[in-house]
């Protein structure tokens, strides 16, 4: 079972460059999320999407764009990487609302970045 | 102020302990709540639900409080591979889901 599919698990960007982190969920799930994880930090919301065609910002989404052409896929572009960028990002996604109690969220494997 | 905020930690207890998280939301329109946990260098992992009425799961007790707005996680006689970190999870329904920091927790020998 694949689940949630991240790409590629580690990176090394020099500063200014850009980047595509790829995320693929098979579940057919309507929510999609990315975080960005620091060293002894919890997950901090960079931008999620409800649905395919929707996206919204999170709580640090600056310096990131998403788009969501497609139900399963869900992009994370770096525009001009910085260091304060070098971080653990974890893609997620869930079935739909928040009110039901079976809506788990599930992650993938995390990629991890560094910019120097 | 956070959105979530949790136990800042570390906790370190002995086996056979009993430690209990709390972790605050400040949303009202919170809608689903959960605890997941988080082994080093690993992604999250869903450890349970949690609801008005309280849940139980063997060892682990999750409750929620919508008046004051908390939840909590009990862990009763605590194992060595419960060592990790806990996060607790708001979700919206409006798609958006917020995590605490977490809190760290080791269980020695």
């Known amino acids: 079972n694949a689940g949630v599919t991240q790409t590629p698990k580690f990176q090394v960007l020099k500063t200014g460059q850009s980047m595509t982190l790829q995320c693929a969920q098979d579940m057919n799930h309507e929510y999609m999320s990315w975080y960005r994880q620091d060293p002894g930090m919890g997950l901090r919301l960079i931008h999620y999407s409800v649905g395919a065609g929707i996206t919204d910002q999170g709580e640090v989404p600056n310096g990131y764009n998403v788009s969501r052409s497609t139900t399963e896929d869900f992009p994370l572009r770096l525009l001009s990487a910085a260091p304060s960028q070098t971080s653990v990002y974890f893609c997620?996604?869930?079935?739909?609302?928040?009110?039901?109690?079976?809506?788990?969220?599930?992650f993938g494997e995390g990629s991890w970045l560094t910019v120097v | 102020r956070k959105e979530v905020e949790q136990d800042p930690g570390p906790f370190n207890v002995p086996e056979g302990a009993t430690v209990a998280f709390n972790c605050t939301y400040s949303n009202s329109a919170s809608q689903s709540f959960f605890w997941y946990r988080q082994d080093c260098r690993k992604e999250p992992k869903l450890l349970m639900s949690?609801?008005?009425s309280g849940n139980e799961d063997g060892r682990f007790t999750a409750q929620l409080n919508r008046a004051s707005q908390y939840i909590s996680l009990l862990i009763r006689d605590s194992k060595l591979s419960d060592s990790a970190t806990y996060l607790c999870v708001v979700l919206t329904n409006a798609g958006k889901s917020t995590f605490g920091d977490g809190t760290t927790l080791t269980v020695k020998p």
């Open positions: 997620a996604s869930r079935q739909g609302p928040g009110w039901s109690s079976g809506n788990t969220i599930y």
């Open positions: 949690v609801y008005s």
